[in-house]
Structures are given as structure tokens and as C-alpha cells.
């Protein structure tokens, strides 16, 4: 059924910038709010970006407001994450995750999951 499939993660040097790219297959993400999460080892999941998807409304967590921005291509069927003056700590699996009931920090409100990609920032 539904399916996410998250690319565009890679090493970067501090200060340098990624863009992440969230695509659906099996469903349309019209109708999907669509989070970004990511986990570091040892550290639990935590939110980082969401985007509604009835008025567009964005999120994003206190660590990355002002650095990451995330957008939607209903046409394209994909979420972006554009991830911008990236520190060491920005390092981690990210995921990205549909939720047919709205934004919400807690990962159990998410429907379909993609299978992350690796983030390294390091120099």
C-alpha cells in the first residue's frame, strides 16, 4: 500500500546545507499532514519539521527554527526538507512520515514511515 521514500542525505561539512526529499507511492500526500523526524544513536526520535496538509501550516522544533525549512509539491506527490547552516549535532537518520489527522510531535499519530536516510555533518 502506501509507501515513503526519503533521499538526499549524505555528509556535509558545518555551515553547509542538505535537501531532503520525502516521496509517496500508494497514496496521494494531498490529503496528509507529512513530519520529519530524526533519531541519533543512543537518543530517542524527536520531531523536527511538519507541514498540515489542509492549510499548510509548518513546525518545526526549537533546535532547527530559522536553519530548516519544509515544503510540499502536491503535483510531484513529495515533501521537502531543506536543511541549511547544519551543525554537528544536526547528525542522524531522518525520516519522513504521513499522518491522516494533522501535525503532531508524538511518532505514534504517523500512518506510513519512509525508511530514512543517513544525515553526517561533520568536517
Known amino acids: 500500500q502506501g509507501q515513503l521514500v526519503e533521499s538526499g542525505g549524505g555528509l556535509v561539512q558545518p555551515g553547509g546545507s542538505l535537501r531532503l526529499s520525502c516521496a509517496a507511492s500508494?497514496?496521494?500526500?494531498?490529503?496528509?499532514?507529512i513530519g520529519w523526524f530524526r533519531q541519533a544513536p543512543g537518543k530517542e526520535r524527536e520531531g523536527v519539521s511538519c507541514i498540515s496538509s489542509s492549510d499548510g501550516s509548518t513546525y518545526y522544533a526549537d533546535s532547527v527554527k530559522g536553519r530548516f525549512t519544509i515544503s510540499r509539491d502536491n503535483a510531484k506527490n513529495t515533501v521537502y526538507l531543506q536543511m541549511n547552516s547544519l551543525k554537528p549535532e544536526d547528525t542522524a537518520v531522518y525520516y519522513c512520515?504521513?499522518?491522516?489527522?494533522?501535525?503532531?510531535?508524538?511518532?505514534?499519530?504517523?500512518?506510513?514511515w519512509g525508511q530514512g536516510t543517513q544525515v553526517t555533518v561533520s568536517s
Open positions: 500508494g497514496f496521494t500526500l494531498d490529503y496528509y499532514a
Open positions: 512520515a504521513a499522518a491522516s489527522v494533522g501535525c503532531y510531535s508524538n511518532y505514534e499519530k504517523y500512518d506510513y
